[in-house]
């Protein structure tokens, strides 16, 4: 996985933006996460360890609901 795109929403504030920074880089083979509060938009680079329904688990585990870009 080079690199993914999701939409995250229910973030208002930049704790919110943190908590799922922490919880996406808390994922095995995530290299990093990118989270742009404004547009609810998270940029994850990884490597082929990471699937897409443990990033969307992580994500809804922390208090959020995330979906795959379209």
Excluded: F, W
Aim: with cysteine.
């Amino acid at each position: 996985m080079p690199s993914l795109t999701l939409n995250v929403t229910g973030m208002t504030c930049s704790h919110c933006r943190a908590t799922v920074e922490k919880a996406i880089n808390a994922v095995p083979g995530v290299y990093g996460a990118s989270v742009d509060l404004a547009t609810g938009r998270v940029e994850v680079d990884g490597d082929s360890r990471v699937e897409v329904a443990t990033l969307i688990a992580a994500i809804e585990a922390a208090g959020y609901g995330a979906a795959v870009e379209q």
